[in-house]
T-cell receptor, first 107, second 113 residues
Framework: KNEVEQSPQNLTAQEGEFITINCSYS?????LHWLQQHPGGGIVSLFMLSSGKKKHGRLIATINIQEKHSSLHITASHPRDSAVYIC?????????FGQGTRLTINP | GAGVSQTPSNKVTEKGKYVELRCDPI?????LYWYRQSLGQGPEFLIYFQGTGAADDSGLPNDRFFAVRPEGSVSTLKIQRTERGDSAVYLC???????????FGSGTRLTVV
């Protein structure tokens, strides 16, 4: 069983819709990261969470440490939000990555 | 520099050849990580440096893979006798350490033909 599971694997939505991507994990962590990867591009760090909730623009990330679950929300989605969103667990040293959620926002 | 720089951005090599991939981290970042990402997968850990030493190399798949960071700054990932299965995007990230975030490079896309 993978230490980190993301759902859904693929998500297609219309511009303007509210988007939720989920991440569940099974190990103890010091922090959880949400990352964005565009096709052919590098990885951009969106959030690093150890508790509660963070907001940046239209992006919101939450984490429930007791339930070992995190969500990434995008409000008023836009085609430029189309990318792969990756949840990564931070242990003592290295990151353990989920497989990613491929998000496509259609105009 | 302003970000993590990886060179080359693309590398095509023949099976059996030797390749070197370079990572230039953010100045002052003591921690440096190498990850490998195959198509449609999340990145997989290869090796982590703290300063000049490899603190964790448990992700290196076999002894054809080796990485160095001789002066605690630039790192080179070396792959001997490349195989087609080595084809992937090799990502480098650096961090100041502790609970600080990570900055990723744009990756090197390696294709072994």
């Amino acid at each position: 069983k993978n230490e980190v599971e993301q759902s859904p694997q693929n998500l297609t939505a219309q511009e303007g819709e509210f988007i939720t991507i989920n991440c569940s994990y099974s190990v103890g962590i010091s922090a959880l990261h949400w990352l964005q990867q565009h096709p052919g591009g590098g990885i951009v760090s969106l959030f690093m969470l150890s508790s509660g909730k963070k907001k940046h623009g239209r992006l919101i990330a939450t984490i429930n440490i007791q339930e070992k679950h995190s969500s990434l929300h995008i409000t008023a989605s836009h085609p430029r939000d189309s990318a792969v969103y990756i949840c990564a667990l931070q242990g003592a040293q290295k990151l353990v990555f989920g497989q990613g959620t491929r998000l496509t926002i259609n105009p | 520099g302003a970000g993590v720089s990886q060179t080359p951005s693309n590398k095509v090599t023949e099976k059996g050849k030797y390749v070197e991939l370079r990572c230039d981290p953010i100045s002052g970042h003591t921690a440096l990580y190498w990850y490998r990402q195959s198509l449609g997968q999340g990145p997989e850990f290869l090796i982590y440096f703290q300063g000049t030493g490899a603190a964790d190399d448990s992700g290196l798949p076999n002894d054809r893979f080796f990485a160095v960071r001789p002066e605690g700054s630039v790192s080179t990932l070396k792959i001997q006798r490349t195989e087609r299965g080595d084809s992937a995007v090799y990502l480098c990230a650096s961090s100041p350490g502790g609970m600080s975030g990570y900055t990723f490079g744009s990756g090197t896309r390696l294709t072994v033909v």
